[in-house]
Nanobody, 117 residues
Framework: QVQLVESGGGLVQPGGSLRLSCAAS????????MNWYRQGSGKQRELVAS?????????SYADSVKERFTISRDDAKNTVYLQMASLKSEDTGVYYC?????????WGKGTLVTVSS
């Protein structure tokens, strides 16, 4: 079965950096888009970044994180990363890894990122 496990969240000061990881299993990882979403307190879940399957080199970002966040993948490790820099208080939230496999939406349990001084 498809499993996604996020890690790397924590408390960071404004302007700091953090790298999130999502370990995937149960599907042909290299053949699927991978996404990072986030949900702040009292807010809707929003798409932060996406990366295409191996060979496409396509990635996209929400306007709010462009030039600050970078999504990448390591197919040898079945892992997708989200490198976050210049963090702001509004980046605080639970970050979720997501993929769509054969029409099914799969989510990890999330990792909490708190940006605060």
């Amino acid at each position: 079965q498809v499993q996604l496990v996020e890690s790397g969240g924590g408390l960071v000061q404004p302007g700091g950096s953090l790298r999130l990881s999502c370990a995937a299993s149960g599907f042909a990882f290299s053949e699927y888009f991978m996404n990072w979403y986030r949900q702040g307190s009292g807010k809707q879940r929003e798409l932060v970044a996406s990366i295409g399957w191996t060979g496409t080199t396509s990635s996209s970002y929400a306007d709010s994180v462009k030039e600050r966040f970078t999504i990448s993948r390591d197919d040898a490790k079945n892992t997708v990363y989200l490198q976050m820099a210049s963090l702001k208080s509004e980046d605080t939230g639970v970050y979720y890894c997501n993929t769509v496999v054969r029409g099914g939406y799969y989510w990890g349990k999330g990792t909490l990122v708190t940006v605060s001084s």
